[in-house]
């Protein structure tokens, strides 16, 4: 008896041994993203998602960036791409831009539409279809000082020329030495500025200003 009841419990160990690889369960497949090729995430703070609201509201064509710290005390916070801007009828485009402080793409949003593009219609009979810039963010100091520019921060823009739809293209170097009517929008599109940025600086305040108006976000109402 002893011996069958041996002989019955090989069997059905034997018998197990055979259906184990059937019945093991499926090798799981991972579904962990591998995320050394993406992007960091872009963290917001309730002030930042503010202003990109409003710049969505303002019809801007705009990409958020991530926040970037480099050597020597610069950075680019709170910054977008920005490409394109809303007009009166249609949009209008920006060029030569790197990132740009947020605040101060809002701003030159607006100034764009209402002071530049309306501008344009009124005193030259055209509306504006793009602005040229010489760039925005810059590692560098102030010319001829210590003291770090806006431009190392993003929040600065250097405007350079202005292209209508009729094709001319006013540059702030050309159309200011020229007068006449470009010299007369020229200073209606910087007045303009003064009152929506910090720091407004074009050829009225040295040389190295000749060619462009300076647009700043801070700088306690200075402009020149």
Not at 28 to 44: F, H, K, N, Q
């Amino acid at each position: 008896m002893a011996r069958l009841t041996l002989m019955m419990l090989l069997s059905i160990l034997a018998a197990g041994c055979s259906v184990l690889p059937e019945s093991r369960a499926p090798e799981r497949t991972s579904t962990a993203r591998d995320t050394r090729s993406l992007p960091p995430p872009i963290a917001r703070n309730p002030e930042s998602r503010m202003c990109l609201a409003d710049l969505s509201q303002r019809k801007a064509r705009f990409t958020p960036l991530t926040d970037a710290y480099y050597e020597r005390g610069c950075s680019a916070v709170n910054s977008v791409n920005l490409t394109a801007l809303a007009a009166d009828d249609g949009e209008l485009f920006v060029t030569n831009l790197g990132p740009v402080y947020c605040p101060l793409a809002s701003d030159f949003a607006a100034w764009a539409q209402y002071g530049v593009d309306r501008a344009a219609r009124q005193m030259l009979g055209s509306r504006l279809v793009r602005i040229e810039t010489f760039g925005s963010y810059s590692c560098r100091n102030v010319a001829g000082s210590s003291r770090r520019s806006a431009h190392a921060r993003a929040q600065a823009i250097d405007v350079a020329a202005f292209v209508l739809a009729d094709g001319r293209r006013i540059t702030v170097k050309d159309g200011w030495a020229r007068g006449g009517a470009e010299l007369r929008f020229l200073q209606r599109v910087q007045d303009s500025a003064c009152r929506r940025f910090g720091t407004v600086l074009g050829p009225n305040y040295n040389a190295a200003h000749r060619d462009h108006f300076h647009l700043e976000q801070g700088g306690g109402g200075f402009c020149r």
